[in-house]
């Protein structure tokens, strides 16, 4: 079946550094790919999709490429902020309906 | 616009117990899954519904059910509770003919807690 891997965390950053969470998957055909994110006590909120090879999701600075060569889909932020510490889940979606998420990755962001 | 609207928030229950958990999806969203969540992991896939009928299922036992209502509201039920089904359970809406290639939008989740 489905299977979506995300690197394990926390993830710990300073302030304005690079972020980078790794993200792969296995699946047949050709799914959508996600990263929702998930604050304290609160349900996941979408933040940036890619439904075809290639194409790139973007959204408040972060950004993920569709890559269908290496089954990633890795997401960025060139500037991380205090506020974007949260639970960032990768997620895959096949054509019958079903989405499959990883286990999430914990990131802290410290002043 | 309201989004995805589910009740209650929390709930406590004793093991053998029966539970049923609302939903409401997005204004305009036809389409309606639940997901538990179980501490420190990610969702996981319960059902979906679409036109009143279920449509996909995960690796659930058939104590856990559901309906899909005309409003396209739905419910999930869980009988004869175990301590492992204490989780927080997600409704999470999508409107593009039953599909979720848009992604999906989530409800704040209901904390239930078996004793």
């Known amino acids: 079946g489905d299977s979506v891997t995300q690197m394990e965390g926390p993830v710990t950053l300073s302030e304005e550094a690079f972020l980078t969470i790794n993200c792969t998957y296995t699946a047949t055909g050709y799914p959508s790919l996600f990263w929702y994110v998930q604050y304290p006590g609160e349900g996941l909120q979408l933040l940036l999709k890619?439904?075809?090879?290639?194409d790139k999701g973007s959204n408040k600075g972060f950004e993920a490429t569709y890559r269908k060569e290496t089954t990633s889909f890795h997401l960025e932020k060139g500037s991380v902020q205090v506020s974007d510490s949260a639970v960032y889940f990768c997620?895959?979606?096949?054509?019958?309906?079903?989405?499959?998420f990883g286990d999430g990755t914990t990131l802290t962001v410290k002043p | 616009d309201a989004g995805v609207t589910q009740s209650p928030t929390h709930l406590i229950k004793t093991r053998g117990q029966q539970v049923t958990l609302r939903c409401s999806p997005k204004?305009?969203?036809?389409?309606v899954s639940w997901y538990q969540q179980a501490l420190g992991q990610g969702p996981q896939f319960i059902f979906q519904y679409y036109e009143e009928e279920e449509r996909q299922r995960g690796n659930f036992p058939d104590r856990f059910s559901g309906h899909q209502f005309p409003n396209y509201s739905s419910e999930l039920n869980v009988n004869a509770l175990l301590l492992g089904d204490s989780a927080l359970y997600l409704c999470?809406?999508?409107?593009?003919?039953?599909?979720?290639?848009?992604?999906?939008?989530f409800g704040s989740g209901t904390r239930l807690t078996v004793v």
């Open positions: 999470a809406s999508s409107g593009i003919a039953g599909t979720d290639l848009e992604g999906y939008t």
């Open positions: 204004s305009g969203h036809d389409t």
């Open positions: 890619a439904t075809k090879a290639d």
């Open positions: 997620a895959l979606s096949d054509r019958a309906g079903k989405s499959t």
